[in-house]
C-alpha cells in the first residue's frame, strides 16, 4: 500500500505532471499526423527524455505512446489517413460518418470509447502485474529463454502479413542485434572497423528509420490533397440517445477485447481493433450497416485498440518481455534510462511502477479533455498541408538522431534504416517484429547461453523443467499450427479479417 | 510507379534474406562457435542466419511457384519522394559539422520537399528558412542542444 501512496505522490509531483502532460500532448500531436502512429512518436521524443530523470521520462514517453494512439483516430474518422495500423479499420465507418456530417458524434465515440478501453486496461494492469511478477520470479534463463522464444513467434506469425515474411524479419531483427560487442567475450561482431558500431544500433535509429522515414516516403503521395475543412462544434459532438444506445455494448466487447489481445504477445492494438470490429459485424443484427457510417464501427474497435495499448504494458513491466513493436521501443527506452523492466525492478522499484500507472489515469484524463472541448486544434493540425508537414518531420528526425550521441554517422544510419524500411513495405515485409527481434536479440542471446551453462551443453535437460517444457510445447504447437496453416490455405490472417471486414 | 508483381516481391525479398543471411553465416565462424555449453560469440549468429536462409529459401520458392498475378492494391515504388527525403537527410549529415544548424535544416528541408511536385520553389524557400529558425529555437535555445546556427563561415 506504501508503494501505492509513493506512487500517488510521484505521479502528482508539478514536474510529472507537467511532462505527462507534454507527453499526451505531443503523442497526439504526432499521432494526428497522417502515417506517424504511436511508435514513431516514442522513437522521436525519445532522446529528448534523455535529459529527464527515469520516472519522469517514463511517465512522458508512455504519455506519448498512448497520446498517439488517441490521436490517431483523428485523422482516420476526418481523412481516412490511418495515423497507424491500430486506426485503419476506424476509417471504414468513422469516415463515412464524416461523410454524412457526423463527424463530431464519430471523434466523441472514438474518445469515450479510448478512455473506457483504457482506464478498463489499467485496471488489469494494476491487478494482474503484481500476480505476474510472482510467477516471474521463480523464472531462470531456460525459462526466460522459453518465454522469449514464444514470444518472438507470436510477433512473427499472428500480428501482420504473411507468417513466413514475419519469420525473417525477426531473424533480421535478431541478427541487427548481434552488431558491436558481445558481452560475454568481448569480441566485437560484424562492426567491419567502426568504431560507432561497437555499442550496436540505437533502437531510436531503426524506429525512425523504419517507422518514421518510411512512412513519411511513403505518405508523400498518399496524404495529397486530403484536408478537411470546417470546424468541430462542441454541440454537434453530442451523441443522440439512439448513438448512446448502439456504442455501449460495442465499447464493452472492444474493451474486452482489447484487453485480452494486449496481455498475450503479438497481438497488440492493431489486431485488437480488427478482432473487435469483425466480431461486432457478425454479431450485429443489422451488418449491412457497416461501412456505411455504423458508430459501432467507431465505437468497438477505438476501445479494443486502447486497451490493448494500456494492457500491453502489463508482460513488459512484469517479465520485461514485450508482446509488440511499440512495447519492444518502450523497454528499449526504459533501458536507455538504466531501469531493466521484469520481476526484480517490480520489487526493487515499486515506485516507478505505480508511478507509471497513476500517471497512465492522469494521461487518460487529460486526452479526453484534449479530444474532446479541443478537437479542434488537431483539426486546425490536419488542415495544414502535408507537402508542409513532411519537410518537418524529416527535420525533426534528423536532429533528434543527431542528438542521441552527437554524431552525423547516426543520421547516415537513419537514411539507409529508412531507404531498407521503404523498399520492406514494397516489398510486403513487416518492420514490427523485426523490432521485436532487435530488442529481445541481446536478452535471447544472454539467456540461452546461461541456460545451456547451467544444463552442461544439454538442450533436452532444459525440458524437465516444467514451465520451461510447458512454454516450449506452446511454441510448438504455434509453430505447428502455423505450418498447417501455409500449407492448408496458403492465406493470410490478416487477409481473411480484411476480406470480413471488407465483405 | 507500377506496383511490383506479388511473386517477384517474394523472389527478390527472400533473395535478400538469404544473401543476408549469408553474410552473417559466414562471418559468424570468424568469431568462434564454440560448444553448447560454453557458446562462443559466434554461435548465435551463425543459427540464427542458418535459420534465416533456410526461410528465405522457402519465401523465394513460394514466390516462384506462384502464379503470376497483379495485385493492384500494393502501393508501387516512388522514386521522387524517396530520392527527396533521403536526399534531405543526406543534406543535414553532410551540413551540420561544417555550416551549423540553420544551412543543414534548411537545405534538409527544402529538398525534401521537394518530394511532392507540387511544391514551389518559394513555398520551399520560406519554408526552409521558417524551419531553421524553428529548429533552432527548440533545439539549441530550448533544450540547450550544443548546435549553433551558423558554424565555420562566420
Known sequence: MDAVLTGIATAFSVQNLAFCFLGVTLGTFIGVLPGLGGLAAVSLLLPISFYLEPTTALIMLAGVYYGGEYGGSTASILLKLPGDASNAITCLDGHEMTRQGRAGVALFTAAIGSFIGGSTAIVLLMVLTPVLVKVALSFGPAEYFAAMTFGLLAAATIAQGAPLKGMAMVLMGLLLGTIGTDVNSGVERYTFGFLELLDGFSVVIIGMGMFGIAEVISSVMTARDRAYKGRISISSMLPTREDVRRAALPIARGTGIGALFGVLPGTGPTISAFMAYVIEKRISRTPERFGRGAIEGVAAPESANNAAAQASFIPTLALGIPGSASMAIMLGAMMIHGITPGPRMMIDHQEVFWGLVISFWIGNVMLLVLNIPLINVWVRVLQVPYRFLYPAIVCVVCIGVFSINNSVFEVWLVLMFGLAGYLMRLLGFEPAPLMIGFILGPMVEENLRRAMRLAGGDFLAILERPITAAILGMTALLFLWIVYGIVRSKTRMVDRLDDLAQG | ?154
Open chain 2, 1 to 154: 510507379m507500377s506496383a511490383i508483381r506479388r511473386e517477384m516481391r517474394d523472389v527478390i525479398g527472400g533473395g535478400t534474406v538469404i544473401a543476408v543471411g549469408f553474410a552473417f553465416f559466414y562471418r559468424s565462424f570468424a568469431y568462434g562457435v564454440g560448444t553448447l555449453s560454453e557458446m562462443g560469440a559466434g554461435f548465435f549468429p551463425m543459427v540464427l542466419s542458418g535459420v534465416a536462409i533456410i526461410i528465405g529459401l522457402a519465401i523465394l520458392i513460394d514466390g516462384l511457384a506462384r502464379k503470376a498475378r497483379k495485385d493492384p492494391q500494393h502501393e508501387g515504388f516512388a522514386l521522387r519522394p524517396v530520392l527527396a527525403v533521403l536526399g534531405g537527410i543526406a543534406a543535414f549529415a553532410l551540413l551540420l559539422t561544417p555550416y551549423g544548424l540553420g544551412p543543414a535544416v534548411a537545405a534538409a528541408a527544402a529538398i525534401a520537399g521537394l518530394g511532392d511536385p507540387e511544391n514551389r520553389w518559394l513555398n520551399l524557400a520560406i519554408l526552409a528558412a521558417f524551419l531553421a529558425i524553428v529548429c533552432w529555437l527548440i533545439f539549441s535555445v530550448g533544450l540547450k542542444l550544443p548546435l549553433p546556427f551558423f558554424r565555420g563561415v562566420f
